[in-house]
């Protein structure tokens, strides 16, 4: 006989992972417990209003990757209750002399801007924008949500094709080393490196090193790119609760995990802060991070050596983020608009950094535990695409910019940099954006990893992916799905296609797990055997 605390699945986390795979169980008609630590759902997808009523800051993710397109988005019904806006100017990066590079998703546009500063780089980029199109559409696409083949499966059926070789010919490039080969002016250079960095500096792990993901391809495509949840990026939160609710999940909050209860080698519940039990009768899925799953959850006595072995050699991002969030009287108004006004128009900004020396030089601080001497930073005026996320008439503005996460080997340490850094972020701004001035500023509120790794505890010091993003913990190498211990699945952002919004371990892990338990699935997983075997 069941009771209200047994369930079919019980899954840990209700981040974007977590309201995914738990709208998928549910739609399959299991009986499904969505547990969060926290009050609200949404982990990454933070919306708040930190400076002054009516600014909406998005604290963590900003730019959504294609969500429009994912299988996911599409399944759930999601866009006629949770809209984007796809900015036709993704990137954009000024520069003191007066001049800047703008990204538009249409290609002559973006060709005439490299063109200010190298015909040859214009044509380079149109020759290379041709391949990255449907290498894009026909591999990057195809792998990003769906389990991962073996490196070797993956070596044999890519290599049956054309398309397939030059694919992973491409995976053999650093990206550093690529772009520095390929094009001939250093602003334009440093512009490319910016959209594969993720923030602005040469980070390790995305530039430094060759990737089985293939990520080289990003800085040619144009169709693909970066979107903005309408309203801020908690909307998509709220709409994927209330696609779990209405599927008939449901929602625990306010209810730490202490234990994932394992009963004969196999995951049987969950038991909550202060003794409650929750039991499971085919599955348990953690969204959350590697140590705090095993290491916290489930003991390393319960794991073979070899995956205790793996659980221990799981490491994270080497650096975190120092974020500060701006309530304005009027966006920022760039110099170099009389160049190009589309400068005034983009979802990212490159700001402060226009040499490669410059990003290896705050690389090298952030490894040796100082901020970065240089201030150099991702930004933008997300109002100004969104005017839902000010009042009216008014403005927000963000910066992210790279720290580590125990300057000179102390958390701590933040606290005593932290003023003068928002104010170096501001004068740098002003190189660029005059207008950006204290009189201009009604508020501000900064955010860094000291606070955020422990509002979201699963980012363990700073790291908001929830593992580094490097060679051996993605595609093949990423953390599993299924794990030792029949039952319990890994589900979150240490899962291919990893951290980011993606959504794409909640996604996957549905078909892993319904292949599993012999769940009939109202979707069609995707089958990326069967999509690569089709090249040509």
């Not at 694919?167 to 080969?181: G, H, I, K, S």
């Not at 095993?294 to 050699?313: C, H, T």
Request: aromatic share 10%; with cysteine; glycine share 10%.
């Amino acid at each position: 006989m069941s009771t209200m605390d047994d369930f079919d699945g019980i899954i840990i986390g209700a981040g974007q992972h977590g309201l995914i795979l738990g709208s998928y169980m549910a739609k399959a008609g299991l009986r499904v417990a969505l547990v969060e630590r926290r009050l609200r759902p949404g982990g990454g997808l933070s919306t708040e209003e930190r400076t002054l009523p009516g600014f909406q800051h998005n604290l963590h993710s900003i730019n959504h990757f294609s969500v429009t397109d994912t299988p996911w988005y599409k399944d759930l019904g999601l866009s006629a209750k949770v809209p984007y806006i796809r900015p036709q100017y993704e990137f954009a990066q000024p520069h003191r002399d007066g001049t800047n590079l703008v990204f538009s998703r249409d290609l002559e546009e973006t060709l005439t801007s490299i063109r200010r500063f190298s015909k040859t780089d214009a044509d380079t980029f149109r020759e290379w924008n041709i391949k990255a199109e449907e290498l894009t559409e026909r591999i990057f696409l195809a792998e990003r949500f769906a389990e991962p083949l073996t490196e070797a499966d993956r070596a044999e059926i890519l290599g049956a094709s054309a398309l397939g070789r030059e694919f992973l010919e491409l995976t053999e490039r650093q990206p550093l080393d690529a772009v520095n080969e390929l094009f001939d002016d250093e602003r334009v250079k440093v512009l490319f490196l910016f959209k594969l960095s993720l923030f602005g500096t040469v980070l390790h792990e995305t530039l430094g090193s060759r990737s089985p993901v293939g990520s080289l391809i990003r800085a040619f495509d144009l169709g693909t790119g970066y979107e903005l949840c309408e309203g801020g990026s908690y909307n998509l939160a709220r709409g994927l609760m209330e696609t779990f609710i209405a599927a008939g999940g449901t929602f625990i909050n306010q209810a730490h995990v202490e234990r994932i209860v394992v009963d004969g080698g196999r995951a049987t519940g969950v038991e909550l802060q202060g003794g409650r039990t929750l039991r499971a009768a085919q599955f348990v899925a953690s969204t959350v991070d590697v140590q705090q799953t095993f290491y916290d959850m489930v003991g390393l006595d319960q794991l073979p050596a070899a995956y205790r072995e793996k659980v221990d050699s799981h490491h994270l991002t080497p650096w975190t983020l120092f974020g500060l969030h701006l309530a304005l009287k009027e966006p920022p108004r760039y110099a170099s608009a009389s160049h190009d006004p589309n400068i005034d128009k983009a979802l990212k900004y490159n700001l402060g950094s226009e040499t490669i020396a410059s990003l290896m030089d705050a690389h090298a601080d952030v490894e040796a535990k100082k901020v970065p001497r240089a201030v150099q930073f991702g930004g933008g005026a997300l109002s100004m695409l969104d005017p839902k996320q000010a009042p009216a008439g008014k403005h927000t503005a963000y910066a992210w910019h790279v720290v580590p996460y125990d300057i000179g080997g102390d958390p701590e340490a933040i606290h005593g940099v932290r003023d003068q850094l928002a104010d170096d972020i501001l004068s740098k701004w002003r190189e660029y954006a005059p207008n950006m001035t204290k009189d201009n500023v009604l508020g501000q509120y900064t955010y860094t990893a000291y606070e955020y790794s422990r509002e979201l505890i699963n980012m363990r010091e700073g790291d908001i992916f929830m593992g580094a993003l490097s060679n051996d913990q993605v595609m093949y190498n990423a953390f599993g799905y299924r794990t030792p211990i029949e039952g319990l699945y890994m589900a979150g952002s240490p899962t291919h296609p990893n951290g980011a919004i993606t959504g794409g371990g909640g996604y996957i892990s549905a078909g892993v797990i319904a292949e599993d338990i012999g769940l009939a699935t109202w979707w069609t997983p995707a089958n990326v055997r069967e999509r690569l075997s089709q090249l040509s």
